[in-house]
């Protein structure tokens, strides 16, 4: 899969590099100006641009920013939109050149509509006097003249591209529209480079089982944290969970029937934290937990509840009920542990304590 991924990206990146070597050696031999080759240097101009401006973009805001621009200066329009769409209709993103469009909400009906379920272009001059068009967002203001053309990825609309009114007064042109097409066909292939590199990055930080960040993450947030404490001087805790029994059990039931106990250990971890703590497959049947800005006292308390719900959250398997257990060693940042691997050592300490303890229990390293 990842492969896969991988070279999808590359090919992107090679056929966008391919179109703007090809329109750079073409531009260059042109030597006749007449009407119709002023027009084929001046397109051959604007896609070799627009390569060249996406080749090196992997954000999403980035690179439609980049289009925004420049679908409104070559169309000579007041503004420009892009309307991301997912598979349903529904409204993913909605991005406008007149700045930040969070909370905007904007509608498919009118001539948008018809954009969108036709997956042809749509143009219009006078857009008051079109029926059903309220598309816009509330306190956008009047528009007259509309190009609407769809973003198509491998055969499917993922949103629409649109500019409104010419500065100069002007109506919008066949020209035009087949220019904005041209700049849509470039928007599909970054959102397609984007959406990939996002997927390399997840993949590339998480667990494929749990989906819970991998072993390399923690290390890193665990030295984000510490610099954190450093700066703030508030403390955080590290919890190590380890999965009571955990080789009998695959050894009766089986690894596929283990593999389904990790995921939903790794959903009741997730349940019980906030945004801004991180959960990580440490290896094998052993979880870590970091608890942002969360002195030992409040981890105790986290740790207790994710105890109590794995522990009450009883599996029917091969016609008997089966109660996984867990335990969890906890260590805070600074007090038991002053580096990375000092506060590692220190809640690797307290899970052991709990194992030889008798398992199902929460210790700390004090």
Do not use: W
């Not at 070279?7 to 090679?14: C, E, F, G, P, T």
């Not at 401006?53 to 420049?70: F, G, N, P, T």
């Not at 220019?179 to 990939?196: P, Q």
């Not at 593999?259 to 703590?277: F, H, P, Q, W, Y």
Request: net charge negative.
């Amino acid at each position: 899969m990842t492969t896969s991924i991988i070279i999808a990206l590359a090919l992107i990146s090679i056929f966008l590099s391919a179109i703007y070597m090809r329109n750079r050696k073409v531009s260059t031999n042109i030597k006749c100006h007449n009407e119709k080759q002023l027009k084929t240097i001046r397109e051959l101009n604007i896609t070799n641009e627009l390569s060249a401006s996406l080749l090196s973009s992997l954000d999403m805001e980035s690179a439609v920013d980049i289009l925004l621009d420049r679908s409104r200066e070559l169309l000579k329009a007041t503004r420009s939109a892009v309307i991301l769409t997912n598979k349903n209709g529904g409204i993913e993103g909605f991005f406008t050149s007149l700045g930040p469009s969070s909370g905007c909400k904007v509608k498919l009906t009118g001539i948008l509509r018809k954009a969108y379920e036709d997956m042809v272009p749509a143009r219009g001059d006078d857009i008051p006097s079109m029926p059903g068009f309220d598309g816009l967002p509330d306190n956008h203001p009047d528009i007259s003249g509309i190009i609407v053309v769809p973003i198509i990825l491998r055969g499917e609309i993922i949103g629409e591209l649109m500019v409104t009114d010419k500065n100069n007064g002007k109506d919008f042109t066949s020209e035009d529209e087949d220019l904005l097409l041209t700049i849509a066909f470039y928007l599909g292939l970054t959102i397609e480079k984007v959406n990939l590199h996002d997927e390399i990055v997840k993949m590339a930080s998480t667990d494929g089982l749990t989906g819970l960040h991998n072993h390399r993450t923690l290390q890193e947030r665990l030295e984000n944290e510490i610099d954190r404490v450093k700066r703030y001087k508030r403390p955080f805790s590290l919890m190590m969970i380890d999965i009571d029994h955990f080789k009998n059990f695959n050894d009766k039931f089986g690894h596929q029937t283990g593999d389904e106990v990790l995921k939903l250990i790794s959903a009741i971890m997730t349940e019980n934290m906030r945004s801004i703590d991180m959960a990580a497959r440490y290896g094998g049947e052993e979880f870590a937990v970091i608890l942002s800005e969360t002195p030992l006292s409040g981890a105790l308390q986290i740790a207790e509840r994710i105890r109590e719900q794995i522990k009450d959250n009883k599996i029917e398997l091969k016609g008997e009920e089966v109660t996984i257990t867990v335990s969890i060693g906890i260590a805070e940042f600074p007090e038991d542990g002053s580096t990375r691997e000092g506060l590692i050592g220190a809640a690797d300490k307290a899970l052991y304590l709990a194992k030889r303890s008798g398992r199902n229990r929460v210790c700390t390293y004090r």
